[in-house]
């Protein structure tokens, strides 16, 4: 079946710029997570959504930051204001969350936003 | 396309060869322990995982190796092939916590 799909793949933004990044999760997955990944850095956890709860925005950098998930399904990271240091790879993730069970982490290919 | 993790430890080896590449871990209360393998302007594609209450799992040609007391993760890759070239990231899972804290990565290169 389709994996998730992020876009746009690539954003070039000017700085002060806001941008909005998109992520369709894998349909039935009820979790869904936001990660910046940096040049030459691992992940960074940016928020967390699981059904209906209310969000994990623990990882958000600042308020400039916010993403909303709309049915439970489609996902959007809203970056407003956008600062040259913003400029990462942005991965979205879902997972069949089943209580408290571990459960893997599917990745999207990113959206590459680039400030200028 | 872009290439991720431009300062990244390397380990390079030849083709045929088995790869371990090693993880240190932070959390002595992580219960959950994954690796990923991220190739060149790709996201991060799950290899094997590994819950804290075993210390080895197999897969095909790759095997993670857990080792709770010092807090050490490897991946073993077998018979390692060009296709396996790509940055390799461990994760693990505090309890409690849904998101994956992950590590800095190693860029794996395979001569042929």
């Known amino acids: 079946g389709a994996g998730v799909s992020q876009s746009p793949s690539n954003k070039v933004t000017e700085k002060g710029k806001d941008v909005e990044l998109r992520c369709d999760p894998i349909?039935?997955?009820?979790?869904l997570y936001w990660y910046r990944q940096s040049l030459g850095q691992g992940l960074e956890f940016l928020i967390y959504f699981q059904g209906n709860s209310a969000p994990d925005k623990s990882g958000l950098p600042s308020d400039r930051f916010s993403a909303e998930r709309t049915g439970g399904s489609v996902s959007t990271l809203t970056i407003q204001r956008t600062q040259q240091e913003d400029s990462a790879v942005y991965l979205c993730a879902s997972t069949v969350s089943l209580g408290a069970r571990a459960e893997t982490q599917y990745f999207g290919p990113g959206t590459r936003l680039l400030v200028l | 396309g872009e290439s991720v993790g431009l300062h990244l430890p390397t380990l390079s080896v030849q083709e045929g060869d088995n790869s371990i590449i090693n993880c240190a871990y932070s959390?002595?209360?992580?219960?959950?322990f994954i690796w990923y393998k991220q190739e060149s302007g790709k996201g991060p594609q799950f290899i094997i995982d590994i819950r804290s209450n075993m210390d080895k799992r197999q897969g095909q040609r790759v095997t993670v190796l857990l080792n709770k007391t010092v807090k050490h993760l490897s991946l073993q890759i077998a018979a390692t092939q060009p296709g396996d070239s790509a940055v390799y990231f461990c994760?693990?899972?505090?309890?409690?916590?849904?998101?994956?804290?992950f590590g800095s990565g190693t860029r794996l290169q395979v001569q042929p």
């Open positions: 349909s039935g997955h009820t979790a």
């Open positions: 994760a693990e899972r505090v309890p409690g916590r849904r998101a994956l804290t």
């Open positions: 959390n002595s209360a992580s219960d959950y």
